[in-house]
């Protein structure tokens, strides 16, 4: 698979347990949602997306932006997934800083547990981070090592670098059914912006260099990193029009707001549900059931559960809650082989999809932002700063409510 590099501006802080709560109950229905639908496979396939990745942190409410996407979402799946790994079949190691360190002890343990083979799990860990942090020497520093593994054998590894020196962060991403080999092109993705010439042992053009290992400080690095898809994570808060995909975005509001390309038989299974519910719910359903080429636009997740800066618009707690049951209920329900409310929520991605081809963008994306804002005290919105608060009016804009 072909490398990826985006900039990932650097964020400090820690996320509030109101948010982090729902994070893990969310994404722990979404892991198990694409484990019910697709297998444990699929969803290690998916985490080694790193479009796909900064699409889940954006439809649970983290800045939509930001390196703390990585922290926050690894985090609170490893919470979520690890109580359940007996009936999932998946296992989260390691994490920032110091629990990075324990990978090596977590995945022991599990192999004790499971039969898999310890030693080579171990050993993958740490040539992975090994790779990142010296063959690449790109000028990031590892911070956090996550070891996503499953009862088959197979795993992922996200990890995550920082330069305190441009204030930016970058992501790699590992997939082992695609990895041949730990030092000739391994990773599926690195998600970082190409800063220049960097030393990269890796790339499949530098097998003489790898022969010659111990001489790698004196040699002039030959190889930069070959770019060929580019995701630019933008320094502003701010969600802006240029970072939507607004024809994809349009018709997820229409699906949510006049129930186009909906059938009967989904209305009926998704009744009771607000339209600010299924605009979440639409969302989600792509984030479980979207293919590779829906997430090039990760902020347009941001619509499903804003974020915790408040951008593009408070996280709606209530929408978020009745999310996480209805979904929740949906897996339930898929488990025991009523699939009718899981089949209801996968037509909300499939009716969005349909109703793009012909769909045509207005010019309302501020609109639609100010509409959320002003909204948002009505379904719980709340950020870091506080709980969102119902809109000033004058006089006369409160006369024209009667």
Avoid at 133 to 140: K, R
Wanted: charged share 25%; with cysteine.
């Amino acid at each position: 698979m072909s490398r990826s590099f985006a900039d990932m501006p650097l964020h400090y802080g820690q996320v509030p347990p109101w948010l982090y709560t729902r994070m893990g109950l969310l994404g722990g229905a979404i892991t198990e949602a694409i484990v019910t639908e697709y297998g444990r496979a699929a969803f290690l396939q998916r985490m080694s997306d790193p479009f796909w990745f900064q699409a889940l942190g954006c439809v649970l409410g983290m800045d939509w932006h930001s390196s703390g996407i990585t922290t926050s979402v690894m985090g609170a799946l490893k919470g979520a997934i690890n109580k359940r790994s007996q009936d999932l079949g998946l296992y989260i190691c390691g994490g920032k800083g110091r629990h990075s360190k324990e990978t090596p002890a977590e995945l022991l343990k599990i192999a004790g547990k499971t039969g898999l083979d310890g030693d080579l799990l171990v050993r993958s860990s740490k040539l992975s981070a090994k790779v990142d942090n010296t063959a690449i020497q790109d000028g990031y520093q590892l911070y956090i090592h996550s070891f996503i593994l499953s009862i088959d054998g197979d795993w992922s590894v996200i990890q995550q670098g920082m330069n305190d020196a441009n204030g930016m962060a970058r992501r790699y991403h590992w997939h082992s059914p695609t990895l041949s080999s730990f030092v000739n092109e391994p990773h599926t993705f690195i998600y970082g912006h190409n800063e220049g010439q960097i030393i990269n042992v890796t790339d499949k053009n530098a097998a003489a260099t790898r022969d010659r290992i111990v001489q790698i400080a004196r040699e002039k690095p030959d190889t930069t990193l070959a770019e060929a898809r580019k995701l630019f994570m933008p320094m502003h808060h701010d969600v802006k029009a240029k970072d939507v995909d607004l024809k994809r975005l349009g018709s997820v509001l229409a699906v949510a707001y006049e129930k186009e390309g909906l059938d009967m038989e989904s209305l009926l299974l998704l009744e009771g549900l607000g339209p600010r519910t299924l605009q979440s719910l639409v969302l989600v359903s792509e984030v479980i059931h979207g293919t590779p080429s829906r997430f090039e636009d990760p902020a347009r997740f941001s619509f499903a559960h804003g974020g915790k800066d408040g951008h593009p618009f408070p996280v709606p707690t209530k929408v978020y809650d009745e999310t996480i049951q209805t979904l929740q209920r949906s897996v339930e329900r898929a488990k025991l082989g009523i699939s009718d409310k899981n089949e209801a929520i996968k037509n909300l991605s499939k009716a969005a999809q349909r109703l793009e081809e012909n769909f045509v963008p207005n010019n309302n994306f501020e609109q639609l932002i100010e509409r959320e804002r002003n909204d948002s005290w009505k379904y719980g919105g709340r950020t870091v700063f506080g709980k969102a608060q119902p809109p000033k009016r004058t006089k006369s804009e409160q006369l024209k409510l009667f």
